[in-house]
């Protein structure tokens, strides 16, 4: 059965929708059982009764069941629906898209070997204030597209241009997380053993123009100067054995990757390192901690030293564009952290911080 306002593509109003439903009804009253069986079920819905007279839903899963093209033009698309289904104000929308989908994405190491990583990935596009919503599984769908592809930033920005067409935004993003794993060697025992690194990449498109950036977390220990100073007055004014107080300690670093050459995971880990060379140890045998213990006292160092020492090693390297140091010191002395920020050019400039982003520095064993 067909029925067609006088003009179909128009909007009904409440009066035209009861006429249709008057017809509908009027049909019903005259048609076959077999004739009201072949109802969409959601026209059938309608009918007067339509508990009792209706098909009977099936309780068994159809596993033979195919989705053919016509049935998938009749599935509802709530989210993709017209302006007129917004709720709340209809306005531009500046990140919309997925958080944490995990996926195994190969990786290479500046040595040349290749490394397959869980990774967690945060897709988002911009959405226009007429649209209701995005299609999120075409962000999933659009990265497993590329996830066999051999890693590169080069895959991000196709992938990035795969899921902004997709989803008509002028605006998109991707950003890749994951835990990267380096050997490195004791102080002094001849013991080797994986430190891992949280990293993340991160390809910004913002009108046409794009951005690449790398993030790392940095864990070193920090030995409070006044502390040691203070430590070794007692020692030689009176005799008193004191201990510095030093912590556990955490550089969140944001870097803009600029010029043709590559910047590796691996080259961003030794600029900290040798910003900051007291990088918590992995594998350590007596002799090893005596030397970590010297090795602080050769460089103890406040939350700014830190963030200034950092931002030597980054001005320094041409690779690397706009940057951001955070810099955290987990006291032990104090019941409060040492902390501080350090940005370089406008695009980490921000006069407020995420309440909880010194929160998110904690890095536990």
């Known amino acids: 059965m067909n029925i067609h306002a006088p003009e179909i593509d128009r909007q009904?109003?409440?009066d035209q929708a009861a006429e249709a439903l008057v017809t509908l009804q009027r049909w019903a009253a005259a048609a076959s059982e077999a004739e009201i069986a072949a109802l969409d079920p959601?026209?059938?819905?309608?009918?007067?009764?339509?508990?009792?007279?209706?098909r009977a839903l099936s309780r068994t899963y159809p596993d033979d069941f195919r989705v053919d093209d016509a049935y998938r033009a009749t599935l509802p698309d709530l989210q993709n629906g017209p302006?007129?289904?917004?709720?709340?104000?209809?306005a531009l929308i500046q990140h919309v898209g997925i958080s944490n989908f995990r996926l195994p994405i190969r990786y290479h190491t500046r040595e040349g070997a290749e490394l397959t990583l869980e990774t967690s990935v945060t897709g988002s596009v911009?959405?226009?204030?007429?649209?209701?919503?995005?299609?999120?599984?075409?962000?999933?769908?659009?990265?497993?597209?590329?996830?066999?592809?051999?890693?590169?930033?080069?895959v991000i920005e196709a992938a990035l241009s795969d899921y902004k067409t997709d989803l008509e935004s002028f605006d998109a993003r991707i950003q890749m997380r994951f835990s990267f794993p380096m050997?490195?060697?004791?102080?002094?025992?001849?013991?080797?053993?994986?430190?891992?690194?949280d990293i993340a990449m991160e390809v910004v498109d913002t009108g046409g123009v794009r951005q690449k950036f790398m993030h790392l977390d940095y864990v070193?220990?920090?030995?409070?100067?006044?502390?040691?100073?203070?430590?070794?007055?007692?020692?030689q004014a009176r005799g008193q054995l004191a201990t510095p107080h030093s912590q556990r300690s955490v550089a969140r670093v944001s870097v803009e990757v600029t010029g043709p050459s590559r910047l590796w995971f691996e080259d961003l880990i030794e600029m900290c390192r040798a910003g900051v060379p007291t990088e918590t140890q992995v594998m350590v045998k007596r002799e090893d901690e005596q030397a970590f213990a010297e090795l602080n006292?050769?460089?103890?160092?406040?939350?700014?030293?830190?963030a200034r020492s950092f931002c030597a090693q980054l001005k320094a390297d041409p690779r690397i564009g706009d940057f951001r140091v955070v810099a955290s010191h987990q006291e032990s002395l104090h019941s409060h952290d040492a902390i501080s920020v350090l940005t370089e050019g406008d695009t980490f400039a921000a006069r407020s911080l995420d309440p909880r982003l010194f929160q998110s520095l904690f890095h536990v064993g």
Do not use: W
């Not at 959601?42 to 209706?54: D, F, R, S």
């Not at 289904?85 to 209809?90: H, N």
């Not at 990265?143 to 890693?151: H, K, L, M």
């Open 12 to 14: 009904p109003n409440d």
């Open 42 to 54: 959601k026209i059938a819905q309608l009918l007067p009764g339509a508990e009792a007279t209706g």
């Open 83 to 90: 302006s007129s289904l917004i709720r709340g104000e209809k």
């Open 126 to 154: 911009s959405l226009e204030a007429e649209k209701k919503g995005i299609n999120m599984s075409r962000i999933m769908r659009t990265f497993y597209a590329r996830s066999e592809e051999r890693f590169s930033l080069g």
């Open 183 to 197: 050997k490195v060697d004791s102080l002094r025992s001849g013991l080797s053993g994986y430190q891992y690194y």
């Open 220 to 235: 070193y220990s920090s030995t409070c100067p006044c502390s040691l100073e203070l430590s070794e007055h007692a020692r």
């Open 297 to 306: 006292a050769a460089n103890p160092i406040f939350v700014e030293d830190a």
